[in-house]
């Protein structure tokens, strides 16, 4: 069978390895980045450079986006030369951003009246993963919409799963998001209260993870706190862009989150004091230099 044409926008460190892992398995794309270089990789590969979201959907079997906001998204589809604006009658658009639920399923919604699908399908591990097609893939949307796209997904997903309605896969990232920013930020301000308080922490650190508190997101934090080594690739701003996301997505639902609060406020001080673009296990030095 024919591949499908992929449009794909978004050619960050993840977006781009995507691509060419898709290109080295034989699919024609057809990219559109703010970073020119990004955009030159690809086309030297054999990609195509689109001028517009429109001319990209247009050109489109599947349109692929790996952006950083609900934000960005939505200005590339409902831009007058946006993606809704090209997208043909039985394609796909597949989101692998961490997105606001609900603003998927309006895209979705908006997308139907023109007889086009959405998937959204929010991605685990590294840019590693995906220059090897090995990410986790949380996809979700109606069940001929996920059999027309899975083909794809196979081939960027060592695991790829349907987790039910559109919308769905947002949800369980940013519950995931939500658990393990909160782990990272809990397991950081122990580190510092054990160095404030005068304990060992690298004693610690033996104790704790002989018992249950044990976890991969335990020894990122103590690879920063003990070690000085930061090898958890996700930066203090992310993290707070999605617990902010998850809070919005907890208001929609008609409660609260008092421990994300928590989270998102640490999260939000960290990034006052300059430590945006640190991995998220830095907050420790946020939590060390913390006064009353």
């Known amino acids: 069978m024919t591949k499908p044409v992929i449009g794909f926008i978004g050619l960050g460190l993840m977006g781009g390895n995507m691509v060419e892992n898709l290109q080295n398995k034989g699919y024609d794309l057809v990219v559109m980045d703010l970073n020119k270089e990004a955009v030159a990789a690809t086309v030297a590969r054999g990609a195509t450079e689109a001028t517009s979201a429109k001319a990209l959907a247009e050109a489109s079997d599947i349109v692929m986006l790996c952006l950083t906001t609900s934000a960005v998204v939505e200005k590339l589809v409902y831009a007058e030369d946006g993606i809704l604006a090209g997208i043909k009658e039985g394609a796909v658009l597949v989101d692998f951003g961490t997105s606001v639920p609900a603003s998927t399923r309006k895209i979705g919604a908006d997308l139907a009246a023109k007889g086009a699908g959405m998937i959204d399908a929010p991605l685990g591990r590294t840019p590693a993963h995906a220059k090897d097609g090995l990410l986790n893939i949380m996809a979700a949307g109606d069940q001929e919409t996920f059999n027309k796209v899975k083909p794809v997904l196979d081939e960027q997903g060592e695991n790829v799963f349907h987790l039910g309605e559109l919308g769905a896969g947002h ?16 397991m950081s301000q122990a580190f510092a209260v054990a160095e404030l308080a005068g304990v060992d922490r690298q004693q610690l650190f033996n104790i704790m993870s002989t018992g249950p508190s044990n976890s991969p997101f335990m020894h990122f934090c103590k690879n920063y706190a003990v070690d000085g080594v930061s090898d958890l690739g996700f930066s203090i701003a992310n993290a707070n862009k999605d617990l902010g996301y998850f809070l919005q997505m907890v208001e929609d639902l008609g409660t609260q989150s008092l421990i994300a609060e928590g989270s998102s406020a640490n999260l939000q001080a960290a990034l006052d004091a300059g430590l945006s673009n640190g991995n998220v296990p830095e907050i420790f030095d946020y939590f060390k230099t913390l006064n009353k």
């Open 171 to 186: 949800t369980t990232k940013l519950i995931n998001n939500f658990m393990g920013m909160t782990t990272v930020c809990a």
